[in-house]
């Protein structure tokens, strides 16, 4: 893994030891022809290798537990982290993807099909950033455009008349912001998404995989059941565009500090109530282990699947309302009155 975070320097030097300890065991019985015979190096001791790699699980455990919010937002942009793709590889049977809005053309950025999941055939739509810079650039970094949102859309209600329930993977910093898509109704596409699925008449269910990127990542969003892998975040704006329009820069001070105060964390968004759930990752976070992350995801979209799938209709959506209306209540209180001196 040639990228790495710098709170994971304890890691890398654990690591090295690792590959080292490997390779002195690899080493062992080495045929060398010039001297006629095989040469044996200072063995290891016994269990080296399970000792460190017991320490590096160890101090990966210790680093993840305490992440700031802004070490939170790093590792879920990490390049090496699962996206949709990978996630339907590994979790989806039988998967047919479907392209194009029936209006513009086909959006990258956003994927779609059917497939099965567990025991349940479903629609899976996702946002999808690309791997190398040629996909990065097709896939917009995951920014979709109109046409992305009105292609899911469209699939959505092919699954409603078929009365298929929906997962939806969220992957985003945000709506695509460029002219063109502006000029084709970004914001249009997004609420129409928005009015649509509170309505569907199917169950839909809806992880935030990496980013959860204001309007970008809820023109997705709207779902009966709300979930957040360990590591990733989820807010109206991302650190540095917070950053810029409080302090008028973006540097690495006010990144932090608008990670902070904007409480995008899936633990704070779970204290707030906004998402239902919060899925575990591998120990050192999704991009360590791809097939165990997805393995996690998938038990909990069965789950959550087998519930909702024998629901009235009428009563989900009612259900679904209740959920979103019941987001950013507060209470007010009374001043006390001051007492009589």
């Known amino acids: 893994m040639f990228y790495q975070l710098d709170f994971e320097q304890p890691i890398r ?21 010039a001297l006629g015979g095989v040469v044996s190096p200072q063995p290891e001791r016994e269990g080296d290798v399970g000792e460190l790699r017991a320490e590096r699980d160890r101090v990966l455990r210790s680093l993840y537990r305490k992440l700031s919010p802004w070490d939170t937002v790093r590792v879920a942009r990490h390049p090496n982290r699962p996206q949709s793709r990978d996630y339907i590889a590994r979790m989806a049977r039988d998967f047919v993807e479907l392209h194009g809005d029936r209006r513009y053309g086909d959006d990258p950025a956003i994927v779609t099909g059917f497939g099965r999941l567990g025991p349940h055939k479903c629609l899976i739509v ?14 917009h970094f995951g920014c979709a455009h109109p046409e992305g949102y009105r292609k ?3 699939k959505m209600q092919l699954a409603e008349k078929y009365g298929l329930p929906i997962v939806t993977l969220v992957d985003t910093p945000g709506a695509y912001p460029g002219l063109g898509a502006e000029q084709r109704g970004q914001a249009e596409a997004i609420a129409v998404n928005l009015r649509e699925m509170s309505r569907m008449k199917t169950p839909i269910v809806s992880v935030v995989i990496g980013e959860g990127g204001s309007g970008g990542a809820l023109g997705i ?108 209540s507060f209470e007010e209180l009374q001043p006390k009155p001051a007492e009589a001196g």
Request: a negative charge.
């Open 221 to 328: 969003a709207v779902a009966d059941r709300v979930a957040m892998l360990e590591h990733s975040w989820y807010s109206v704006i991302s650190p540095e565009g917070c950053a810029a329009i409080l302090w008028k820069q973006a540097n690495e001070q006010t990144n932090a500090a608008s990670a902070e105060a904007l409480r995008l964390t899936a633990r704070d968004n779970l204290k707030l109530g906004i998402i239902d759930a919060v899925v575990s990752e591998p120990v050192g976070a999704a991009h360590r282990d791809h097939d165990q992350a997805a393995e996690l995801l998938l038990s909990w979209v069965v789950d959550q699947l087998d519930e909702l799938v024998g629901v009235d209709r009428d009563e989900l959506i009612q259900r679904r309302h209740e959920r979103f209306r019941a987001l950013g």
């Open 126 to 139: 996702g946002h999808q950033k690309g791997r190398d810079t040629q996909e990065k650039i097709g896939c």
């Open 13 to 33: 030097e654990i690591d090295e030891r690792i590959a080292d300890a490997e390779r002195r065991e690899g080493s062992r019985d080495v045929e060398v022809p």
């Open 152 to 154: 899911a859309l469209a």
